[in-house]
């Protein structure tokens, strides 16, 4: 019966009612509804003190089937002491808790130290194994763990350094099978020149965050239908398959839909008059020029054409300027026009320019110039904010 029920009843009672009954009443009805808190599971309070979990966080883990039957610390330690013997900081044990902590109900005699065994008796260093744990524990569930690691180090030739790369920068990569995800997708790429494993392993372990993630995609998640309606769109923008662009261009419109890459296309075409050729060629330079919104490219060309002077065709040579942000190419462009107004610098090239690091344009367009042009540098520093970037750090100055 709900409180507010309860307690109207007591008050009709209290007046309707001999005295004697009011107590009653009242003891069969009692007006809090709150429970008693429940203990909690042994785990939970485990994973709270010794790992610092949330309370919601421990209750849920606590429910996994790996940890129901948990009742002391025995298992949870000796399992602790499995990674610390495997080499596991106290830090890296943590974070593989963290991302895992049905790990912790795992029988370390039984399964993960024969398969650890086994993995070393292959030649598979314990330091991949150390980021096995800490960046995938899942995989080590799975009872084909040693052949995709043998693939996987194979697939880098043979090289311990790069497949550590590979692992921690990817750390789901191997968990994906073989022969139902990676096999069919590599030999599609195969049939379009893409046979040089070293290309596709130095996008696996790139720090550009773009390129590695589309790369994983590519190889593990792609539709087979629609990954070969991209390859034969790549070659229909102009880049010959095989080339070392084609993979590239894959990288970069692979997870778009054919739909959208059509309508990038026809944007540029309709809006700027690009012909197809043009379109091509700004693709071969800068395959990324057909992911940009449109918003961005708006925006980026209306600057180039209207303040710089650049006509939207030639922009189509010179795609990498698109792909600078606005916040880079005004105060950069505001650099080089003093520049070439005072005469300081007769060729500027804007590209270039914005294709520098910060460092490396300071030290090239702004540092040089500070005597001849008083407060370049604090002008740059002014544009650089007005216009939502990060302003440069000013010890950079001779």
């Known amino acids: 019966m709900c409180s507010h029920l309860v307690f109207k009843r007591a008050i009709?009672?209290?007046?309707?009612?001999?005295?004697?009954?009011?107590?009653?009443?009242l003891l069969r009805f009692p007006l809090s509804t709150k429970t008693q808190p429940k203990e909690l599971p042994f785990i939970a309070d485990y994973l709270i003190s010794s790992f610092g979990f949330s309370l919601n966080r421990a209750l849920k883990a606590s429910a996994d089937s790996h940890l129901t039957t948990i009742k002391s610390p025995a298992q949870p330690e000796a399992m602790v002491k499995f990674l610390t013997?495997?080499?596991?900081?106290?830090?890296?044990?943590?974070?593989?808790?963290?991302?895992?902590?049905?790990?912790?109900?795992?029988?370390?005699?039984?399964?993960?130290?024969?398969?650890?065994?086994?993995?070393?008796?292959?030649?598979?260093?314990?330091?991949?194994?150390?980021q096995l744990f800490r960046y995938n524990p899942?995989?080590?569930?799975?009872?084909?763990?040693?052949?995709?690691?043998?693939?996987?180090?194979?697939?880098?030739?043979?090289?311990?350094?790069?497949?550590?790369?590979?692992?921690?920068?990817?750390?789901?990569?191997?968990?994906?099978?073989?022969?139902n995800h990676i096999l069919p997708r590599l030999n599609l790429l195969k049939e379009y020149g893409l046979s040089n494993n070293r290309h596709m392993v130095a996008c696996l372990v790139t720090n550009y965050g773009l390129t590695n993630k589309h790369m994983v995609w590519v190889i593990g998640h792609c539709n087979l239908d629609h990954l070969r309606q991209i390859l034969d769109l790549v070659e229909e923008l102009g880049i010959r398959r095989g080339s070392k662009k084609f993979l590239s261009g894959l990288i970069a419109i692979a997870n778009l839909s054919i739909c959208k890459i059509k309508s990038n296309v026809e944007f540029f075409k309709n809006t700027y008059g690009w012909s197809q050729e043009e379109v091509c060629a700004a693709f071969r330079k800068y395959p990324l020029v057909l992911r940009l919104s449109e918003e961005h490219v708006r925006s980026t060309m209306n600057f180039l054409m209207s303040k710089v002077g650049i006509e939207a065709r030639n922009i189509a040579l010179r795609p990498l300027l698109l792909g600078c942000s606005i916040e880079k190419l005004i105060p950069r462009y505001n650099v080089l026009n003093t520049l070439k107004?005072?005469?300081?610098?007769?060729?500027?090239?804007?590209?270039?320019?914005?294709l520098a690091s910060e460092k490396r344009f300071r030290e090239k367009y702004v540092m040089p110039f500070e005597k001849q042009v008083p407060g370049l540098s604090e002008a740059y520093e002014a544009d650089v904010a007005a216009f939502g970037g990060k302003v440069p750090v000013s010890r950079n100055r001779p």
């Open 12 to 25: 009709y009672y209290s007046f309707f009612s001999p005295p004697q009954c009011h107590c009653q009443y």
């Open 85 to 130: 013997d495997t080499g596991l900081s106290h830090s890296q044990i943590k974070s593989v808790v963290s991302l895992q902590p049905a790990l912790l109900g795992y029988n370390a005699d039984e399964i993960l130290r024969s398969k650890v065994r086994e993995m070393m008796e292959k030649g598979i260093p314990g330091e991949v194994l150390v």
């Open 138 to 179: 899942v995989v080590l569930q799975l009872q084909d763990t040693l052949a995709r690691l043998l693939f996987w180090r194979d697939f880098v030739e043979n090289k311990d350094k790069v497949l550590l790369k590979v692992i921690s920068r990817n750390p789901f990569l191997i968990s994906l099978h073989i022969e």
């Open 341 to 354: 107004s005072k005469g300081l610098k007769k060729r500027c090239r804007l590209q270039l320019a914005c």
